[in-house]
Structures are given as C-alpha cells and as structure tokens.
C-alpha cells in the first residue's frame, strides 16, 4: 500500500516596498522592476491569500492616486505591494 504524496507547502514572501521613480501601475497586479524594500509582512501560505492581500493593498494605493476624474496624479508612488513566490 502506497502513501499519499503530500505537497510541500508553497510559501508567498509579502513585502510592502517604495518602487523607483518612473513606475505608473494601470491595475494592481503591475510590480515595479526595481523598487526598495520598505516593510517586510510575513509568508502567506496560498496564492489566494496572498493575491487577496496583495489586491487590498495595491487598490486602495491606486483609488488614493487617482484624483476624481479617473486621472493619474504626477507624484510617484510611495507603498506597493509585492508577492515573491
């Protein structure tokens, strides 16, 4: 009789980080190419988590930098999430 196979479990590295000038996100999923680590959160033990977690964070960071006409404002972003695999 054989054992199941138990998958190692997948851990997702959260950070909060300051991404470099130039980064203009269209959604929350965008990650910056260079950025500098701010925060250190934690492992997230799902994808799903860690996406949920990722989409509170980044959205409400867009909503803040979107004025009322849906414009994007000119001053750089200063918090994004980022998920490492």
């Known amino acids: 009789m ?3 196979r138990i998958r190692p479990t997948q851990r997702y ?3 909060i980080v300051k ?3 130039g980064f203009n996100p ?3 999923q965008d990650v910056p190419q260079t950025y ?3 925060e250190f959160v934690g ?3 799902f994808r799903g988590r860690a996406d949920a977690w990722r989409f509170m964070e980044n959205k409400a960071v867009l909503d803040e930098w ?3 006409q849906g414009i994007m404002q000119k001053d750089p972003i200063q918090r994004w ?3 490492i695999d």
């Open 66 to 68: 979107k004025n009322e």
């Open 26 to 28: 269209s959604s929350w």
């Open 81 to 83: 999430a980022v998920v």
């Open 43 to 45: 492992p997230k033990q």
């Open 13 to 15: 590295i959260a950070l």
């Open 36 to 38: 500098r680590v701010i």
């Open 19 to 21: 991404p470099l000038p």
């Open 2 to 4: 054989t054992k199941p």
